[in-house]
């Protein structure tokens, strides 16, 4: 490897002593090294100019990203620089050929020993750069769950929101200072948790108690705010499998209604992204707060009407059209934007829809379906089957091109 750029170097809070021999030798050896006020003063003296973050620190490490230094520049990172660290961000912007990263133990890795926790079978989420609730989509029966806080008020708000949300019975502890003298850990219930003073660099490890939570497509029509705009929940299911959801892919969902598509595919990984497109701006507000309660409102965007801000959105690996496909621009629009070998799926409800989709597939193809659910219902002291309207379905992959 060549000399890099950036010489990114983890430090715990066991500060310089906690370094490897090799960690030490390559911070005495720099001329520049950025960190924060903290890390900074976990530092040996050095011979290299220390240069605090200034707020907001985002800035501040694009301004140093994109200068031009003589010599590498180093930069410290607590913990693993890349895991949820500056390291990652540093890679992807400048490349990892430019790069050196030198690892310290992670505060999982750390939190994991404490507890006897088996960390390849312990679900990790931030809450550093992300929503709080954006832990809910981890959560479930007998779950082990290490979330690592944004400051000191993060483990009462925790333990607030899993309460709410059925779980108050999980245990929480909460581990202050990880690898320093001052380290301590403080347990207790989510639902009594009392908001124990704690220090603002700690994690909190959560044993989950509650209902069970499936990750699969097809959740109760009732977990969703609507006004009745809603795709049901068998179509819902079959609708989703039809996306076929996979890790990183941006899906877009045209004529939102309550959101429930893009909400159930984000739901099937944490690297999936959506954006809802939605006229009614009630609406809008109502997709946000049900992304919120199911724990995605961090990879999930909400536009207004389409095909208007299709320009303000990046192209999409799959595209949900559940409303307005008889609109000028709509589908038309969609099939444009969507990229090379993407899934484009759509649902009509109305012969004009339908004729839509019927003419869309004589121009590209796909195929056709259509579903009748019928439902058990009450008549008089009787039950019999009340039919829904019937949903006709096109499915079409975009072809890849040929170079």
């Excluded at 040996?44 to 003589?70: F, I, K, N």
């Excluded at 990229?339 to 004589?362: C, F, H, P, W, Y």
Aim: with cysteine; proline share 6%.
């Amino acid at each position: 490897m060549t000399d890099p750029r950036f010489v990114v170097v983890g430090i715990g809070a066991d500060g310089w002593d906690g370094l490897t021999v090799a960690a030490q030798r390559e911070l005495q050896s720099a001329h520049v090294i950025y960190g924060s006020a903290r890390q900074i003063d976990l530092l040996a003296p050095v011979q290299a100019e220390l240069r605090p973050w200034t707020s907001p620190m985002s800035r501040h490490l694009r301004d140093v990203l994109a200068g031009a230094e003589p010599k590498p520049v180093h930069i410290l990172a607590s913990g693993d620089p890349m895991f949820h660290g500056v390291g990652a961000s540093i890679v992807k912007q400048v490349g990892a050929q430019h790069v050196r990263i030198i690892p310290a133990v992670s505060s999982a890795s750390l939190a994991a020993a404490r507890l006897g926790w088996d960390l390849s079978t312990t679900s990790i989420r931030s809450i550093v750069d992300r929503p709080l609730d954006s832990i809910l989509s981890a959560v479930t029966d007998n779950v082990r769950l290490l979330i690592l806080s944004r400051d000191e008020t993060s483990p009462a708000h925790i333990a607030e929101l899993l309460t709410t949300h059925g779980f108050g019975w999980s245990q929480v502890t909460v581990l202050e200072q990880l690898g320093s003298d001052r380290e301590r850990h403080v347990t207790g219930i989510a639902r009594t948790w009392g908001a124990p003073v704690v220090d603002r660099l700690n994690l909190v490890a959560v044993h989950c108690v509650g209902p069970a939570v499936s990750s699969q497509a097809g959740l109760p029509d009732t977990d969703f705010s609507n006004d009745g705009q809603l795709t049901k929940q068998a179509v819902r299911a079959l609708t989703v499998t039809a996306l076929r959801p996979a890790p990183r892919q941006l899906m877009w969902d045209v004529g939102a209604g309550a959101g429930s598509i893009a909400i159930e595919w984000l739901r099937t990984d944490p690297s999936c992204t959506a954006i809802a497109f939605e006229s009614d701006p009630v609406r809008r507000e109502r997709i946000a707060r049900n992304a919120a309660d199911m724990g995605v409102s961090g990879n999930l965007t909400v536009l207004g009407r389409a095909p208007d801000d299709f320009q303000h959105a990046p192209d999409p690996d799959t595209i949900f059209i559940g409303g307005g496909v008889t609109a000028p621009g709509i589908i038309d629009g969609c099939w444009e934007a969507l990229l090379d070998g993407g899934r484009m799926v759509a649902n009509a409800v109305t012969i004009e829809s339908e004729a839509v989709l019927l003419k869309q597939r004589s121009l590209v193809g796909g195929t056709l379906r259509r579903f009748h659910i019928d439902h058990a219902e009450a008549l008089g002291t009787m039950t019999t089957w009340r039919p829904t309207l019937p949903v006709t379905q096109w499915i079409a992959d975009k072809p890849r091109s040929i170079e």
